[in-house]
């Protein structure tokens, strides 16, 4: 249990290492780039209707396998004038790549976001339950952390979302259910290293009553890696979210998500590598932008770090 | 006796978690049970079911696999040698390129260096396995085709194994043309599988061995006149190791979930991609098998990795005599 | 020529600067100390002899002479083939020092075999002995954490001396160990000493541990040499105000109860001052 729970802030601490070795440049180009990629995913999540060129699920025989614009040098022969109307190509049922990647967006963000949410706020109130109260509170709430850990992500989620359908809600209560041990881990391990510090015995002679210490003394400490853990998360959402609609078990069919665009480009790769090529490096950006702007979160959060 | 009472103690330490993850087709089971028997209408004698099922499992008897009409543990065993090679493999690959990474970004010493295997090893953390593995499908499909990604073999070349563990069989009867293309085979799942892996431990013993470097005792090695690397690799690198064992054991039950996936991308017949067939096929009792597999491995590698942890560290151990 | 001659070492830690212009000499088979209070640049006099100065150093200029041969000339093989062969160290922390994943006996011995030698655990033990650590077999089997101070810093003694340096360098030896043990491995280390006739460079900010071992001392004081005498002229007559106000502040029976003294902030302030115009 210790042992587990001592891994699991190393490996909070170590994936969040990265703000600790570097500076400020560092730190910034991480946020303008996180900044700029999630500013982007949420514009086009948000005026997807506006901006897609197409209908993301319009079929048209016509057009069908078209390259990305670019390396379209035969427009007439899909009897478009105009190869930029599709600028990233079209997929084997003559759907605009790009409409479907913005499209793709909306979902993503969705899940990812409510994920975190659900996950951080569910973690946060158990972890800090258990490191707080200590007693019968933590060794229930540590064993069942214990069991989660015990089995793989992808598997559970794959076995839970068949079985409660496959639905936008479904999906994100399923990744939610399963990511919230990460935040309580975090969060039981650093209250229980702060709870015996001095200040927090300061404040409680003080008089400060429990829940109020835990409040104003224990949370601000832990706040920098929560929120760095919150937008890994998110990242963690978006890849389960894709993952399951790669094996067909995501959100059901009529919303465009990546990981369909994904599991249908692995079929066609062979003849259009950009059906599969630009959700992947979509999900790449994504991730990484995400992982970023955890990180420079966490240095300008951390007083420490960005003193 | 020493060796007994350390065996002892790491499963005294790993237990209390344990027996209620055997005992559930857990945590998740639990509700997948309870959902499957509202499902197949027969929620009705749920602790009496349990409890045989129980009994069953504990004669390895899972049932039968209402997919493949055989018994579940039959399925399992047929499958399982392709997940514990690839997830061998991997581990080697992982521990191979990030012993080597870190040892030569800490010998080397120069920022540059450590600059480019941070930042490499930073990138490759970030990005997920199941992503490594369609980026290696998406490249060797456009520019290497004679690369395979597919299956563990060439169905065109006779096979002939006693064992499940084709692997290490070709290797040990020294049929070494056969090991190449099967090699050939299980290298890019492999590689996608250790990749991030290779990149999280890379981090950790890099710093590791920053650390153990500036410790006195290898400045007290160095006024002994021996040289970096020596210094490294006979007093570091053992000191280093201790963090890094807890860590990759998280790590690589990681890896074991990453199998579902890498499984399926490479059509690979392991228990992964049996997984989600099953699952596909609501073949429960192969869930159920499946799953229990799953957190024995997972529990295997907490075993291992806790007495390796005691070796490395010799403060721990001896002190319970 | 002496065993080892320092000249005009002049040393600085990201443009601090560490050591200005120290001079001293140490001869075959003396004790000579350096003191000084912590942040007079001794410790960093003993790590530019061994060559091992953090990797910050943003000068070094002088000469360090080990039978003639300037140290800091040497390209990193010969420099280690030399501290391998004739120089050593006893280090300051012996809680620190030792590395917790080799035993006592694998450490000890590892300088036996750099020094080509047969029979290692015999000799080990008989090294183990020679530091008077009890049941030395048995120790050279155990692991640091199962030894206490006393013990950990008599295998890092055994160590320094068992590669048969020309030189020790012991850099505050008895500084982390319990009062009671301080003085047994004082002993032990000039009875190595008088045994082997090595060289001894010792650093401490301690002039009563000076008083007991040493033949000549050499007072420091930010980075600089203050005072260079025998060590009972000295004691005795204090050639300048600091080494009198270091001499003060030291715990003495025949004194007892009159209090100890701190050096006065004046005398230190004017030392600078003095450094300061010296330095232009």
């Known amino acids: 249990m210790s042992e587990v729970e001592r891994f699991s802030i190393n490996k909070a601490r170590s994936l969040t290492g990265r703000a600790e070795t ?5 730190s910034r180009i991480r946020a303008i780039f996180g900044g700029a990629v999630l500013a982007f995913l949420i514009a086009a999540a948000i005026f997807a209707p506006l901006i897609a060129p197409h209908d993301p699920v319009l079929d048209d025989l016509l057009l069908i396998n078209m390259p990305p614009a670019w390396l379209n040098s035969n427009p007439g022969h899909y009897g478009i004038d105009n190869p930029w109307s599709y600028p990233l190509g079209t997929d084997s049922l003559g759907r605009d ?57 992808v598997l559970l989620s794959i076995i839970l979302v068949a079985l409660l359908g496959t639905s936008l809600t479904s999906v994100i209560v399923v990744v939610a259910v399963i990511d919230w041990t990460r935040f309580a881990r975090v969060v039981r391990a650093d209250v229980l290293r702060q709870k015996n510090r001095d200040y927090i015995e300061a404040a409680r002679i003080a008089g400060s009553s429990e829940i109020s210490i835990l409040i104003r003394e224990v949370f601000p400490n832990v706040l920098p890696l929560l929120v760095t853990l919150f937008f890994f998360e998110v990242g963690i959402a978006i890849t389960v979210e894709t993952i399951l609609s790669f094996v067909s078990l995501s959100v059901s069919s009529g919303s465009v998500t990546w990981g369909d665009m994904i599991a249908e480009g692995r079929r066609v790769l062979n003849e259009s590598w950009w059906v599969m090529g630009f959700p992947v490096l979509v999900l790449i950006a994504t991730i990484l932008g995400l992982n970023a702007i955890g990180d420079a979160m966490r240095y300008y959060l951390d007083p420490v770090l960005s003193r | 006796m020493l060796g007994v009472s350390v065996v002892v103690f790491a499963i005294l330490r790993l237990v209390p978690g344990d027996p209620i993850a055997m005992m559930l087709p857990p945590g998740a089971t639990e509700e997948t049970r309870q959902n499957l028997e509202r499902l197949y209408g027969m929620d009705k004698p749920l602790i009496e079911q349990y409890f045989i099922w129980l009994r069953d499992v504990l004669h390895l008897d899972f049932g039968m696999s209402t997919q493949f009409r055989l018994p579940v543990m039959e399925v399992i065993f047929n499958r399982l040698p392709v997940t514990l090679e690839l997830v061998l493999l991997a581990s080697i690959i992982a521990l191979t390129l990030s012993f080597a990474l870190s040892v030569l970004a800490v010998w080397i ?55 499940g563990f084709y692997l290490i069989e070709a290797l040990i009867t020294l049929r070494l043309g056969t090991f190449a293309e099967l090699l050939r085979h299980a290298i890019l799942p492999a590689f996608a599988l250790a990749l991030p892996l290779a990149a999280s431990i890379t981090r950790l013993l890099k710093s590791a061995l920053e650390e153990a470097m500036s410790e006195d ?5 160095r006024t002994k006149g021996k040289s970096r690397i020596a210094i490294i690799l006979g007093e570091a690198l053992r000191n280093a190791l201790i963090p890094v064992i807890a860590l990759t054991s998280v790590q690589l039950a990681f890896l074991i979930g990453g199998t579902v996936l890498i499984e399926r991308l490479f059509s690979l017949p392991g228990i992964g991609s049996t997984a989600i067939t099953a699952v596909v096929n609501r073949d429960l009792p192969l869930i159920q098998g499946v799953v229990l597999v799953f957190a024995a491995l997972f529990i295997a590698i907490n075993l291992i990795s806790n007495g390796l942890y005691r070796l490395a560290d010799p403060r721990l151990g001896k002190t319970d005599e | 020529m002496s065993l080892l001659e320092i000249e005009n070492l002049s040393l600085s830690v990201r443009n601090v600067r560490i050591l200005r212009k120290v001079s001293l000499k140490v001869g075959e088979a003396e004790i000579a100390g350096v ?18 100065l953090p990797g910050d150093v943003s000068a070094l200029s002088g000469e360090i002479r080990l039978h003639g041969e300037n140290l800091l000339k040497l390209a990193s093989r010969q420099r280690r083939m030399i501290l391998k062969r004739s120089l050593s160290l006893i280090p300051q922390d012996p809680m620190t020092a030792l590395n917790p994943c080799r035993t006592i006996g694998s450490q000890v011995g590892e300088v036996l075999s750099l020094t080509g030698r047969r029979s290692l655990r015999a000799d080990v033990t008989r090294w183990l002995d020679a530091v008077r650590i009890p049941f030395a077999a048995r120790v050279a089997k155990s692991y640091p954490h199962e030894l206490s101070g006393g013990m950990r810093q008599r295998a890092l003694i055994a ?24 003085k047994d491995v004082l002993v032990l280390i000039r009875d190595l000493q008088r045994e082997t006739g090595v060289g001894l460079l010792f650093i401490t900010h301690d002039l009563c541990v000076v008083a007991k071992i040493c033949g000549s001392v050499t007072v420091m004081h930010g980075g600089r040499v203050i005072e260079q005498a025998p060590c009972e002229n000295i004691i005795r007559q204090p050639g300048h105000a600091y080494t009198a106000a270091l001499l003060k502040t030291a715990p003495r029976h025949d004194r007892f109860g009159g209090g100890l003294e701190p050096v006065p902030e004046s005398l230190v302030e004017s030392m600078i001052a003095e450094a300061e115009s010296f330095d232009d």
């Open chain 1, 97 to 153: 790549v790009a409409s479907r990647l913005i499209y793709g967006a909306r979902v993503a963000l969705i899940v990812g976001f409510s994920v975190a949410c659900i996950a951080s706020v569910a973690g946060v109130f158990l972890g800090a339950l258990a490191g707080f109260y200590g007693g019968w509170t933590d060794a229930v709430i540590g064993r069942v952390v214990d069991i989660w850990v015990a089995f793989p992500p």
């Open chain 1, 22 to 26: 570097s500076g400020e440049n560092v």
């Open chain 2, 109 to 163: 010493q120069r920022d540059g260096a450590t600059l480019i295997i941070d930042g490499a090893s930073g990138l490759t953390q970030a990005i997920p396995d199941f992503l490594w593995a369609l980026i290696f499908i998406f490249f060797v499909t456009l520019y290497a085709p004679s690369i395979p990604i597919s299956g563990r073999y060439d169905p065109r070349t006779a096979q002939d194994f006693i064992t």
């Open chain 2, 217 to 221: 005792y290898a400045i007290l090695a």
């Open chain 3, 159 to 182: 160590a320094a001396f068992a590669s048969r340096p020309k030189l020790v360098i012991a850099d505050e030896p008895t500084t982390a160990l319990d009062v009671t043990v301080q």
């Open chain 3, 35 to 52: 003191v000084g209070e912590s942040g007079a640049g001794k410790s960093m006099l003993g790590k530019a002899v061994l060559g091992v």
